[in-house]
């Protein structure tokens, strides 16, 4: 790999940007090889799942956490579950390890449900061995675990909102293609291939990764299109389109179920990749969440004021194509995926000013009912190892 060399054994002092990833780069792999020998990283997780699952049943979604208990190393069990793995989680994951493709074959809102929860967890591991974010960088998806983090929404509301959004882009269908080429290409590329095929640029990692989105069969004609150009064309295994204009039911149905939850100002910076700036305290997050479903992102665009001032910026999920952005677009600067790449930062660093005090409790109506509008045609899905959506 071409850039900086990867820390061997990171050190947390000075400022820190942690940044969560969209759907494009999940695997429970790395967790569960990484939760033996993390502690706080298995105490996380169970704090989280043991509040995200509360709400799983709303959605037709089984439980997460316990069935990551069933699926890790002997010895982590009893880390997840306080004791011992739960029968319904040994009879779930067959006793094999959970992956996200067995996930995927569940109700929508599965896959969403336990990466919301590993991303929030990683954070939070993170946090308690000294690895304190500075900023949080929220990247499509991640703006629900962020904005978590970030004492917008509780744990539960949270898990709402990942399961939510699982359904509503489940039922839509389409795909998306990583291109192993610039924007600038690709449009060039979605041009040649024509102006029918219903296919847009919906993301960009860095100058040499481009994500494109649309219908199946206007996808094909882009890599029939891309393999003729001698470009690379790989289809993310994500059984829906996301940062599409054609979503905008989607969006305005997300952006009224985000509506009917609790959502207070962040209490630390979270710097949104799709809205291309800091979230203010009267910023409307239910907007902006919706946005993530039909505008586009450009990472090398927005990581010069997201990631300003960081000494160590740290990917809070499993995967780490964030990471190898940041090292293409700027090698000056350290980047580390902890989960994927296996060093985990820990130490002390400077104290942060303390959070800003939450808005005062105020009354809401119940969340809209999960089926209300939705598909329950159900297409299995796992993720892809690269791009990001």
């Known amino acids: 790999m071409s850039g900086p060399q990867r820390p061997q054994s990171p050190t947390a002092t000075g400022k820190f940007v942690h940044m969560f990833p969209g759907q494009g780069d999940f695997s429970l792999t790395p967790l ?36 990551l208990a069933g699926g890790s190393r002997s010895g982590v069990g009893s880390q997840l579950t306080g004791g011992s793995c739960s029968g319904d989680g040994s009879r779930l994951t067959g006793g094999s390890p959970l992956s996200v493709g067995a996930l995927a074959a569940e109700p929508p809102g599965t896959v969403q449900l336990a990466l919301f929860g590993v991303s929030l967890a ?36 949270g898990a709402r909102l990942a399961c939510r959004l699982g ?87 997300f952006a009224h179920f985000a509506r009917r939850l609790r959502l207070s100002p962040p209490r630390r910076p979270v710097y949104s990749a799709v809205a291309g700036r800091l979230y203010r305290a009267d910023s409307d997050l239910p907007s902006a969440l919706s946005a993530c479903l039909v505008r586009p992102f450009d990472l090398p665009a927005v990581f010069g004021a997201a990631l300003a001032d960081a000494s160590l910026v740290v990917e809070a999920g499993t995967g780490s194509t964030l990471t190898n952005s940041v090292r293409r677009i700027d090698p000056r600067q350290d980047a580390l995926a902890p989960v994927a790449d296996g060093p985990w930062p820990t130490g002390p660093q400077a104290p942060l000013p303390p959070l800003a005090p939450l808005e005062p409790p105020r009354s809401c109506p119940p969340p809209a009912a999960p089926g209300e509008g939705t598909s329950h045609d159900h297409h299995p899905t796992t993720t892809a190892a690269r791009g990001d959506a």
């Open 122 to 157: 990683v954070h939070r591991a993170l946090e308690a061995d000294g690895c304190r974010a500075h900023r949080l960088l929220a990247v499509s998806f991640g703006e629900i675990p962020a904005l978590t983090a970030a004492g917008c929404c509780s744990v539960a509301d």
């Open 32 to 67: 569960l090889r990484t939760l033996p020998r993390v502690g706080s990283l298995a105490r996380a997780v169970a704090e989280v799942f043991e509040e995200a699952d509360v709400v799983a049943a709303e959605f037709g979604v089984a439980p997460i956490g316990p069935r």
């Open 167 to 253: 359904q509503l882009l489940t039922g839509h269908g389409g795909g998306m293609t990583l291109l192993g080429a610039g924007p600038a290409t690709a449009r060039r590329l979605l041009a040649a291939a024509g102006p029918g095929t219903g296919v847009v640029v919906a993301c960009v990692n860095h100058g040499g990764e481009t994500v494109v989105s649309g219908p199946l069969d206007g996808l094909a004609v882009v890599e029939r299109s891309a393999t003729a150009h001698g470009v690379g064309a790989q289809r993310l295994r994500l059984p829906f389109m996301s940062h599409h204009p054609a979503l905008v039911h989607e969006a305005g149905a």
